[in-house]
C-alpha cells in the first residue's frame, strides 16, 4: 500500500506558465515533506521541503503548498522553465519514527519552449 | 562540504555473476546510509538502510545484500545477478541528528543480460 502517491506519472506545460505536481499521503505521522528532482542517469537532487506546522514554503520560482487536513501537498513552479524538465519525487518522513523518507513514484515534467 | 561518492556509474554483467557496488561519503560523521533502486517506470525503492557501522536493515527480500565496512562506506552486493536486478541504484546519505534531507550520489545504471 502506497502511502505516498503521485498520481500522474507525467505532467506537460509550456514555457513560462505555472507547473502543479501534486502528491497525496494517507499516514497521519508524517510531518515533514521533501520535494527532489531528478534528471535522468543522475541522483535525485533536493528541492524544497516544508514542515507540518507551516502551510506553505517558498523558495524562488518554487513553493510548496502543505494541506494536512487533505493530506495533500503540492509544488508550483512559475514561471516554468525548460530545464525544470525533470522527475519530480515527493518524499514523507515521520520525525517521530525511524526518520526514513517514504517517496511516492514521481511525476514526469516536461516544459516546452 | 559533503560529498557522496558511487562506482561505478555503468556495468553490465551476466546473469549469474556477481555484483559489488561501492558507495563513500566524505565530509561528515556517522551519517545514515540508504541503498535505493530505482527500476524502468517505478519510483526510489529503499534496499538497505544503515545507522552505523555493522548495522544493515533490509526493507526487501532478494538476492541482495548490503555492508558498512567504515562510517562512511555503504556496499551493495549480490552472489549471483538475476535479470531483474538491472536498474539505477543510488546511495544516499542523511544527517543522522535531524529528520532533514537525504543527499544522493550519482548512482549506477546496472544492466544484467
Known amino acids: 500500500d502506497q502511502q505516498v502517491k503521485q498520481n500522474s506519472p507525467s505532467l506537460s506545460v509550456q514555457e513560462g506558465r505555472i507547473s502543479i505536481l501534486n502528491c497525496d499521503y494517507t499516514?497521519?505521522?508524517?510531518?515533514?515533506f521533501l520535494w527532489y528532482k531528478k534528471y535522468p542517469a543522475e541522483g535525485p537532487t533536493f528541492l524544497i521541503s516544508?514542515?507540518?506546522?507551516?502551510d506553505k514554503n517558498e523558495d524562488g520560482r518554487f513553493t510548496v503548498f502543505l494541506n494536512k487536513s487533505a493530506k495533500h501537498l503540492s509544488l508550483h513552479i512559475v514561471p516554468s522553465q525548460p530545464g525544470d524538465s525533470a522527475v519530480y519525487f515527493c518524499?514523507?518522513?515521520?520525525?517521530?519514527?525511524?526518520?526514513?523518507?517514504?517517496f511516492g513514484r514521481g511525476t514526469s515534467l516536461i516544459v516546452h519552449p | 562540504s559533503q560529498t557522496i561518492h558511487q562506482w561505478p556509474a555503468t556495468l553490465v554483467q551476466p546473469v549469474g555473476s556477481p555484483l559489488s557496488l561501492e558507495c563513500t561519503v566524505e565530509?561528515?560523521?556517522?551519517?545514515?546510509l540508504y541503498w535505493y533502486r530505482q527500476a524502468a517506470g517505478r519510483g526510489l525503492q529503499l534496499l538497505f538502510y544503515?545507522?552505523?557501522?555493522?548495522?544493515i536493515s533490509s526493507e526487501v527480500p532478494q538476492n541482495l545484500s548490503a555492508s558498512r565496512p567504515q562510517d562512511r562506506q555503504f556496499i551493495l552486493s549480490s552472489k549471483k545477478l538475476l535479470l531483474s536486478d538491472s536498474g539505477f541504484y543510488l546511495c544516499?546519505?542523511?544527517?543522522?541528528?535531524?529528520?532533514?534531507?537525504?543527499?544522493f550520489g550519482p548512482g549506477t545504471r546496472l544492466t544484467v543480460l
Open positions: 544516499a546519505w542523511q544527517d543522522e541528528a535531524s529528520t532533514d534531507t537525504q543527499y
Open positions: 499516514n497521519s505521522m508524517f510531518d515533514y
Open positions: 516544508i514542515s507540518s506546522i507551516k
Open positions: 518524499a514523507a518522513i515521520s520525525s517521530g519514527g525511524s526518520y526514513i523518507p517514504t
Open positions: 565530509g561528515t560523521s556517522n551519517p545514515n
Open positions: 544503515s545507522v552505523g557501522i555493522g548495522q
